[in-house]
């Protein structure tokens, strides 16, 4: 599967784990989306997991974010990864960087699924999505794609 958001994702409470919804899906074999959120694999196999996520920091402070998945709705072992966002540039321009994970897991049984869970320190950050321009595409606030390898 390989799918995005097109809307921007404000983290509700700081400190809250969150889900990272997704909006449209590209193509999808074997994998489906369900509930905006859960990725549902098929067949029980060796499956590949990234994803891209533009974070915002809207305040004039370093942030802190953590991204991580769950596994049929408990956490992944070992796959939290955190990115220190840097004060925004000025009043009217935040700042923003691309947090990228590849994971490779084991889908234990048909129908597993997989979330993409964030948090931050303060519910001043988002995953931003930007609309498009004359000259460029629209930039969704994740994108994220499976593949099964095994």
């Given at each position: 599967?390989?799918?995005y958001?097109?809307?921007?994702?404000?983290?509700?409470?700081?400190?809250?784990?969150?889900?990272?919804?997704?909006?449209?899906?590209?193509?999808?074999?074997?994998?489906?989306?369900?509930?905006?959120?859960q990725?549902?694999?098929?067949?029980?196999?060796?499956?590949?997991f990234?994803f891209?996520?533009?974070?915002?920091?809207?305040?004039?402070?370093?942030?802190?974010?953590?991204?991580?998945?769950?596994?049929?709705?408990?956490?992944?072992?070992?796959?939290?990864?955190q990115m220190?966002?840097?004060?925004?540039?000025?009043?009217?321009?935040?700042?923003?960087?691309?947090?990228?994970?590849?994971?490779?897991?084991?889908?234990?049984?048909?129908?597993?699924?997989?979330?993409?869970?964030?948090?931050?320190?303060?519910?001043?950050i988002?995953?931003?999505?930007?609309?498009?321009?004359?000259?460029?595409?629209?930039?969704?606030?994740?994108?994220?794609?499976i593949?099964?390898?095994?």
């Amino acid at each position: 599967i390989s799918l995005y958001s097109s809307a921007s994702q404000q983290l509700a409470v700081s400190g809250a784990a969150q889900p990272v919804t997704y909006t449209s899906v590209w193509a999808s074999k074997g994998i489906s989306l369900v509930s905006g959120s859960q990725l549902v694999m098929e067949k029980a196999g060796t499956y590949q997991f990234n994803f891209v996520a533009q974070v915002e920091n809207t305040e004039n402070a370093v942030h802190d974010s953590y991204f991580w998945v769950k596994y049929n709705g408990s956490n992944f072992p070992n796959s939290a990864t955190q990115m220190s966002l840097q004060p925004r540039k000025n009043e009217s321009t935040p700042s923003a960087q691309l947090m990228t994970v590849n994971i490779v897991g084991v889908a234990q049984n048909d129908n597993d699924y997989i979330e993409l869970y964030w948090t931050g320190d303060s519910d001043t950050i988002r995953l931003n999505e930007t609309q498009a321009t004359a000259v460029i595409p629209e930039t969704p606030s994740v994108i994220a794609n499976i593949i099964r390898v095994g």
